[in-house]
């Protein structure tokens, strides 16, 4: 007679057996993967949290891979917590070592930017660009256009700092930008760069007379503080991070 003491243990060892399948079904995450997630419209929370909590990842991330990441309609959101992945910063939680001994401390979303003034700290959302170009006799001038005329976050501020959740140095990626307001077309641009018969000045990177330089100290182990070194007029303006195509917006009033 079969007993249901051997029942149960019959179903131990099957379950014993099948935990090293379902541990190797978990296969590395892949550009693939990340682009046939966006294309069922996962959304970019989803997105980013599988990208984060994925136990392996190969992605690439070359210039023209995420060029083709951003065709596919992968978000610049979800580019960038590739990129950090990648990079190594994941966004956990991290331990720091202070005179009173190990404590946890939380690093901030990789990739996210805060806005701080004399007032508040204020989250920035990010948009992502579309880039144009335009005409001007035999002179092309490329652009990066994101959309709405104003940014809905806002400061009377005209020294703000920000701080910025990247495991390097911001300043040689994040760009303090001011962006002209287009009331034909409801939309605000960002000069890139130009080409003409005699000259050419790469695209890949906001004009220079276009951005505002600032200094940069990391205050903890991925976090990172933007000072301006002048201050902002009134106007739109952005923090905009070059391998994603993606701006932090805000306005200055």
């Known amino acids: 007679m079969f007993r249901f003491g051997a029942l ?13 399948s379902v541990a190797l079904s978990e296969k590395t995450l ?20 599988k990208v984060r909590q994925a136990t392996e990842v190969d992605f ?22 590739m990129l950090d992945r990648s990079n190594g910063n994941n966004g956990h939680t991290t ?15 990789a990739g ?29 001038l490329y652009w990066m256009n994101f959309p709405s005329l104003h940014a809905a976050n806002r400061t009377s501020d005209k020294s703000p700092s920000f701080i910025i959740s990247t495991d390097r ?20 641009s960002l000069k890139m760069g130009r080409s003409g018969a005699f000259s050419f000045k790469a695209g890949t990177v906001p004009d220079s007379d276009w951005t505002f330089p600032f200094d940069a100290v990391e205050e903890r ?3 990172w503080k933007a000072t301006l070194k002048k201050t902002l007029p009134a106007g739109e303006y952005g923090v905009y991070v070059v ?11």
């Open 95 to 109: 331990y720091v070592a202070t005179p009173a001994g190990v404590v946890e401390t939380n690093t901030p979303s």
């Open 30 to 49: 892949t550009n693939e993967d990340i682009i046939k997630l966006s294309k069922v419209g996962l959304g970019d929370e989803a997105i980013t949290a």
């Open 221 to 223: 182990h991925g976090v």
């Open 60 to 81: 690439r991330l070359e210039t023209d891979d995420l060029a083709k990441l951003k065709s596919a309609g992968v978000s610049g959101k979800v580019i960038a917590a």
């Open 169 to 188: 140095d911001p300043r040689s990626r994040y760009y303090v930008v001011r962006l002209d307001a287009n009331d034909e077309d409801g939309d605000r």
């Open 8 to 20: 149960a243990s019959l179903f131990s060892l099957v379950f014993v057996l099948l935990i090293p």
């Open 243 to 253: 391998q994603a195509q993606e701006l932090f917006d805000f306005g200055v009033d």
């Open 112 to 140: 996210a930017v805060k806005l701080v003034t004399s007032a508040k700290t204020i989250p920035l959302t990010s948009v992502v660009g579309d880039s144009s170009s335009t005409y001007v006799y035999v002179t092309v």
